[in-house]
T-cell receptor, first 116, second 114 residues
Framework: DTGVSQDPRHKITKRGQNVTFRCDPI?????LYWYRQTLGQGPEFLTY????????KSRLLSDRFSAERPKGSFSTLEIQRTEQGDSAMYLC??????????????FGPGTRLTVL | GQNIDQPTEMTATEGAIVQINCTYQ??????LFWYQQHAGEAPTFLSY????GLEEKGRFSSFLSRSKGYSYLLLKELQMKDSASYLC???????????????FGAGTQVVVTP
């Protein structure tokens, strides 16, 4: 257990429905990242926050995706009008600058989304 | 754009040594990380290199050559529990920003046999 939690762990939904995932980072970590991982691939960067500010958003993230981190603590990732291609593991990670130059990212267990 | 290549799969016997190579072409290089990921679980941090050379951490060592865009992860005295996917990740960002985002390779599945 890295200290990063995600909820739910699994989500099955029908195409066209909206889904929302939650990530709770390690409490003192300023940065929070979202990644998407499909079978046999490494995680793909989606977006990241420093405190409550969203600093970067990948071109992979269509306008159906939105992420927030309203109080600089937990974050939510919402997918509207889900498509079968959205089926993947959604990983959240957090980091802090206080660990020295390496500042590794700590990953949560992920939310596995299946769109039927 | 970023391009990170690593072999898809490697097999080795218990007690042996395995070396996983990673090559990358990237702009804004700011460190190279290795993560271990067991099936259905989150990636966990193994090692980090930002300067050229070898970093040793118990049974795991990692090497970096920035001029060649090359790294390897060396796993010694393999154990059955080392069967997992090993992800090479390049951190990209400004040199003054030690936080930047990660670009991951597809992972190398290591299978340890008895």
């Amino acid at each position: 257990d890295t200290g990063v939690s995600q909820d739910p762990r699994h989500k099955i939904t029908k195409r066209g429905q909206n889904v929302t995932f939650r990530c709770d980072p390690i409490s003192e970590h300023n940065r929070l990242y979202w990644y998407r991982q499909t079978l046999g691939q490494g995680p793909e960067f989606l977006t990241y926050f420093q405190n409550e500010a969203q600093l970067e958003k990948s071109r992979l993230l269509s306008d159906r995706f939105s992420a927030e981190r309203p109080k600089g603590s937990f974050s939510t990732l919402e997918i509207q009008r889900t498509e079968q291609g959205d089926s993947a593991m959604y990983l959240c990670a957090s980091s802090t600058r206080d660990r020295g130059p390496h500042n590794e990212q700590f990953f949560g267990p992920g939310t596995r989304l299946t769109v039927l | 754009g970023q391009n990170i290549d690593q072999p898809t799969e490697m097999t080795a016997t218990e007690g042996a040594i395995v070396q996983i190579n990673c090559t990358y072409q990237t702009s804004g290089f700011n460190g190279l990380f290795w993560y271990q990921q067991h099936a259905g679980e989150a990636p966990t941090f193994l090692s980090y290199n930002v300067l050229d050379g070898l970093e040793e951490k118990g049974r795991f060592s990692s090497f970096l050559s920035r001029s060649k865009g090359y790294s390897y992860l060396l796993l010694k005295e393999l154990q059955m529990k080392d069967s997992a996917s090993y992800l090479c990740a390049v951190r990209v960002g400004r040199t003054t920003d030690s936080w930047g985002k990660f670009q991951f390779g597809a992972g190398t599945q290591v299978v340890v046999t008895p």
